[in-house]
């Protein structure tokens, strides 16, 4: 089954809504940009280490999950292989590449999807 997850702005330890430098070409000036879900798990796939062919895989379904909320799907939908491979990556990652928040983002890729309800049978 797979995960999915509202592409929102993902809160700092402040309560505040989390930012990152965003630049769209090389050479263009770097903007402050609120951090999307999308945005945040897409600096965490760019800074992966892709050694194995499954891991060269998984990051390809998640670039195209992502590529899918860049040409305005909602929501974020990983499938559940690509989930369980991100996890640890993210783990790994997020401490340096967003400090104080890390813990955050990691805890929302973790837990942060939409938890699915059993249907009420007919009777």
Same mark, same amino acid.
């Given at each position: ?19 990152? @430098? ?49 040409? @305005? ?6 499938? =559940?292989?690509?989930? =369980? ?26 837990? #942060? ?5 059993? #249907?009420? %049978?007919? %009777?």
């Amino acid at each position: 089954m797979s995960k999915i997850f509202k592409n929102i702005v993902l809160k700092g330890y402040n309560g505040e809504s989390m930012r990152m @430098g965003v630049r769209e070409n090389e050479g263009d000036p770097i903007e402050l940009k609120e951090a999307k879900l999308d945005s945040v798990m897409r600096v965490i796939l760019n800074n992966a280490p892709l050694q194995t062919q499954q891991d060269s895989i998984n990051g390809m379904r998640l670039a195209q999950a992502l590529d899918k909320v860049k040409n @305005g799907a909602e929501p974020i939908e990983l499938e =559940d292989g690509v989930h =369980d491979w991100f996890k640890p990556v993210a783990e790994k990652l997020t401490p340096s590449i967003f400090r104080v928040n890390g813990n955050l983002v990691y805890k929302h890729i973790c837990e #942060g999807f939409e938890k699915v309800h059993p #249907g009420k %049978e007919k %009777e």
